[in-house]
């Protein structure tokens, strides 16, 4: 996984690995961690019980390996700043 980031007026940013147990400890808490719970409501995502979060890793464990360079998350805050995180 990699983070990419760009500041406002530079055509060129920075890239860095981010370790995979990182993005998998993150998403993981996002799906069950009762501080997430208003953030899922707003993605209409329930609360899972522990097969259904296991299935949704396995499937975005999936994603990692088949998708290679697959944009995931783009963030631009309001001064124009750029952070994409990358499969």
Do not use: C
């Not at 996002?30 to 501080?35: A, E, N, R």
């Not at 998708?67 to 995180?85: A, F, M, R």
């Amino acid at each position: 996984m990699r983070m990419h980031v760009r500041k406002k007026g530079y055509r060129k940013g920075t890239d860095s690995s981010i370790p995979n147990v990182f993005a998998f400890t993150f998403i993981r808490n996002f799906l069950t961690d009762k501080q997430y719970e208003d953030m899922r409501r707003e993605y209409f995502i329930n609360n899972l019980n522990s097969k259904q979060v296991s299935q949704a890793m396995q499937d975005i464990k999936w994603l990692f390996k088949e998708y290679k360079g697959l944009d995931v998350v783009t963030i631009e805050n309001t001064d124009g700043d750029i952070n994409k995180i990358i499969l």
